[in-house]
């Protein structure tokens, strides 16, 4: 009897190491959206970048201000009701940005590289020019390495209401 309840105990013991290894590994895969498929996402063709959604005044007006870091698969998507001309400053941002307008069809129409933090009052504005109803930013140098167009398509991936 006393073998059996060992046996029982050691089966027991390998059952939650197997199932505390699955949750680790679970956890690790939606942390690094491995398996988070319905993240809101950005794309390029194939190249697609994980994004906040930012839709409100106050949200578009933070930013990504005070941010020390931007993973490079990752962005912030600003959303605006109409199509406008909506320029950018860097006041209180920390990391150097690419800055891609997009129009309301869905096609870019102004990039901005490498907008540096501003280091001086008053922060220069970043005017795109170009109409815009959403503006990407990312981390800067990014738009050029993944040769990112004036003119390219642009796809919405599980973003409400796009």
Request: hydrophobic share 45%; with cysteine.
């Amino acid at each position: 009897m006393h073998m059996s309840f060992c046996v029982l105990m050691k089966k027991i013991w390998i059952l939650i190491v197997i199932i505390i290894v699955i949750v680790v590994l679970f956890a690790f895969m939606y942390s690094t959206k491995l398996i988070n498929n319905n993240s809101p996402k950005v794309c390029f063709e194939d190249k697609c970048f994980f994004v906040e959604v930012v839709d409100t005044p106050y949200e578009r007006e933070r930013g990504l201000m005070n941010r020390e870091n931007l993973d490079s698969s990752e962005g912030m998507l600003f959303v605006f009701e109409n199509s406008g001309n909506y320029p950018f400053w860097m006041k209180n941002t920390l990391i150097d940005l690419d800055i891609i307008w997009i129009s309301e069809s869905g096609k870019v129409v102004y990039i901005y590289e490498n907008a540096l933090p501003c280091e001086t009052e008053p922060c220069p504005v970043i005017n795109p020019s170009e109409n815009a109803k959403y503006v990407l930013e990312i981390n800067g140098g990014l738009s050029s390495e993944m040769e990112i167009e004036t003119g390219e398509d642009v796809n919405f991936v599980g973003i409400r209401g796009l």
